[in-house]
């Protein structure tokens, strides 16, 4: 089975604080995911990596900078955390091969931003 | 860009009632996935479609992918309480480079509501 873990469930901070998401997958896979998830709005892409330290801008970047050091972790960084950027944060990874539109997600992270 | 349009946006049914919803894009798609998100949990893949008219099943449930690629269907047969949730269509996003590196466009996703 694909595992992804997220490294908090819930996490609260204030604005302006630098925060770390960290997601890692345990099956090699090429692809890894950032979704930030809003009532009303479903699941908006923030950034995604085809392979280590490769990242491409999604649909919402702004605010948000991703690593990728080592094939199994992406880490979602927010430099000055804002209260517009409180939201459920899930990550998400996919093979390279032929089934790479199968994404897998994490569990989430739920941010408060206060 | 693309879009997916997932109806009906909500549903409230009776437990052991059958369920169906349907989510239809601007383009053509090659592949169609169905979600299933739990309250508070991440999605979790249900079904993948990989060729028009196919028909899938996992369950209780069936997906079919249209002949005209351009929508999909998913059932839920007997309904029970833990089949509520939000489920969620989704296809291949736009194509850069040669590949979509498994960039996904979702649905707005349908709310499932079953009375015991």
């Known amino acids: 089975d694909v595992k992804v873990t997220q490294s908090s469930r819930y996490l609260v901070k204030r604005t302006g604080e630098k925060v770390f998401l960290e997601c890692v997958q345990d099956m090699d896979h090429e692809n890894m995911f950032w979704y930030r998830q809003d009532p009303g709005l479903g699941l908006r892409l923030i950034y995604f990596?085809?392979?280590?330290?490769?990242?491409e801008k999604g649909d919402i970047p702004e605010g948000y900078s991703v690593s990728r050091e080592k094939k199994e972790r992406f880490s979602l960084i927010l430099e000055s955390a804002s209260t517009n950027q409180t939201s459920m944060y899930l990550c998400?990874?996919?093979?390279?091969?032929?089934?790479?539109?199968?994404?897998?997600f994490g569990p989430g992270t739920r941010l408060t931003v206060l | 860009g693309q879009q997916l349009n997932q109806s009906p946006q909500s549903m409230f049914i009776q437990e052991g009632e059958d369920v169906s919803m349907n989510c239809t894009s601007s383009s053509i798609f090659n592949t169609w996935l169905w979600y299933k998100q739990d309250p508070g949990e991440g999605p979790v893949l249900l079904i993948a479609?990989?060729?028009?008219?196919e028909l899938t099943s996992n369950g209780r449930l069936t997906a079919q992918f249209g002949i005209t690629r351009k929508d999909s269907f998913l059932n839920i047969s007997a309904s029970i309480p833990s089949d509520v949730g939000i489920y969620f269509c989704a296809g291949p996003g736009l194509i850069f480079g040669g590949t979509s590196y498994g960039k996904l466009t979702f649905g707005q996703g349908t709310i499932l509501t079953v009375h015991p």
């Open positions: 998400a990874s996919s093979p390279g091969w032929e089934r790479y539109n199968e994404q897998f």
């Open positions: 990596s085809y392979d280590v330290k490769m990242k």
């Open positions: 479609l990989y060729k028009a008219g």
